[in-house]
């Protein structure tokens, strides 16, 4: 699960445990448990969630496959039961219930809690697909005894409604983020050989999980507008590269283009024309792979170009 938000998006969390009413009548304290899954660090509140939510379909519009959220994000009290910053392996919070009314209490244990973050970026928190290190609740009672609870349903919500302001052109997976390039290449003749088609650019890398990262390039086998991010494209990738962040970042990443650029050039109208050319997609392969993002600038030294070389037939010729 990821938590942690920026200028253009930000991802909650949902957790819910196999809890009843009378569950909290006499514990002394209530514990939460959380690992974390990377090295980043995250600030964090927690508060009831007030609607029942479906994990299999929850998303930041929908708590289920047809109830809709009174508010995008979640339903929640607005009562802060825990706060804390997750920055070491694992944290145990003490959650606050005392404030929490009937209703806030039968929230908190039939539809989980909802976590907020608190600061810029983002963090992996292990969900329940780990049992040694699912997100638990300890539940404290007299005389030094304890329930523990893995967390029976859980989710991340995340919001993306913001990415069209972006200044960036952006590539991620996890949340997938696709870019789409355009190149003319009509003054390319049309009897060509592509000896050399290299697309170079330098990512700006703004979150990852991995030190290596694997994206790819797909054609569009339509024109962009007027569908745009609805184009069809290519279900196989003409390119992939597996990029290694090196340790000034500053490193170039090019896709050797060729094989692409040659189709292009082969599929022509009458006139000449590139017809078979609306671009292409760089974008994550797989796009569920663990999380990364980073953005493409459309202008500078670091933005994309396309290196090419090619070579034409030897001109015929007569002798007498």
Request: net charge neutral; proline share 5%.
């Amino acid at each position: 699960m990821y938590l942690g938000r920026d200028d253009f998006y930000q991802s909650r969390m949902l957790l819910r445990f196999p809890l009843n009413d009378s569950a909290l009548d006499t514990t002394t304290a209530v514990q939460l448990i959380l690992h974390r899954a990377d090295s980043a660090a995250m600030s964090f509140v927690c508060r009831p969630c007030s609607t029942d939510w479906n994990t299999d379909a929850v998303t930041w519009r929908l708590a289920d496959s047809v109830t809709h959220w009174f508010t995008p994000g979640g339903d929640y009290w607005k009562v802060d039961v825990g706060t804390g910053r997750l920055e070491s392996d694992s944290l145990v919070l003490d959650l606050d219930l005392s404030e929490l009314d009937s209703a806030a209490r039968h929230a908190f244990t039939s539809f989980g809690l909802l976590f907020f973050p608190q600061d810029t970026g983002f963090i992996a928190v292990h969900s329940g697909v780990s049992q040694a290190t699912a997100p638990r609740l300890k539940l404290n009672f007299p005389n030094n005894k304890s329930l523990t609870l893995n967390a029976s349903d859980d989710a991340h919500l995340v919001d993306t409604v913001r990415v069209g302001g972006a200044p960036a052109l952006t590539v991620g997976s996890g949340v997938a983020f696709r870019t789409w390039l355009y190149f003319g290449l009509d003054s390319i003749p049309r009897e060509a050989t592509i000896a050399k088609a290299e697309l170079k650019f330098r990512p700006d890398i703004k979150y990852r999980r991995s030190d290596t990262l694997r994206f790819g390039v797909h054609r569009l086998t339509e024109p962009y507008n007027p569908k745009g991010k609805n184009a069809n494209f290519s279900s196989s990738s003409y390119a992939t590269l597996s990029y290694v962040v090196s340790a000034d970042s500053d490193s170039v990443a090019v896709l050797d283009l060729r094989s692409l650029v040659q189709f292009w050039s082969n599929y022509r109208d009458s006139l000449g024309a590139c017809d078979s050319n609306f671009g292409l997609l760089v974008m994550a392969e797989p796009e569920y792979s663990l999380q990364f993002r980073f953005n493409i600038r459309p202008a500078g030294p670091a933005a994309p170009v396309l290196d090419l070389l090619y070579v034409l037939p030897p001109k015929d010729r007569f002798f007498r």
